[in-house]
């Protein structure tokens, strides 16, 4: 019997980052997804995006309590903490850093932080400038 060799689906999808890049977090995260996307998986939309369509989930981010957004081809969306475990699992080695997101806890401490960054990011946003 032959076998044949199948393409992961994953590989040919690509998705969209909306991110508040005036998180400190979130714009060292998407320094990182950025210098690491080798294979242009991913497209970021930020403040600075001209597209009505960038801008729409430029507003979309300003009203969620996240500053980080990933959005899958099909319109599937993941907010804050639970896009980096799929924003990783799509980057070289990343699937290592991927595997910590399923120890018992660390999703919870992980949300804590980043919600306390993203509800005083204006705060501290304010204070930098």
């Given amino acids: 019997m032959e076998s044949v060799a199948i393409q992961s689906p994953t590989s040919l999808l690509s998705f969209t980052i909306a991110c508040d890049e005036r998180c400190q977090m979130v714009y060292r995260f998407s320094s990182l997804v950025k210098w690491w996307d080798r294979e242009h998986v991913f497209t970021f939309v930020d403040r600075d995006s001209r597209n009505p369509g960038a801008q729409r989930l430029v507003n979309e981010l300003d009203s969620s309590p996240w500053s980080l957004m990933l959005i899958d081809e099909e319109g599937n969306r993941w ?14 080695l990343g699937k290592l850093a991927a595997v910590f997101y399923i120890l ?3 999703m919870w401490v992980t949300k ?18």
Avoid: D, M, V, W
């Fill in 112 to 129: 804590q932080c980043y919600l306390f960054a993203s509800r005083n990011r204006r705060l501290l946003t304010q204070q930098n400038a």
């Fill in 104 to 106: 018992p806890g660390t």
């Fill in 79 to 92: 907010s804050g903490p639970e896009a980096i475990p799929l924003i990783l699992k799509h980057l070289p």
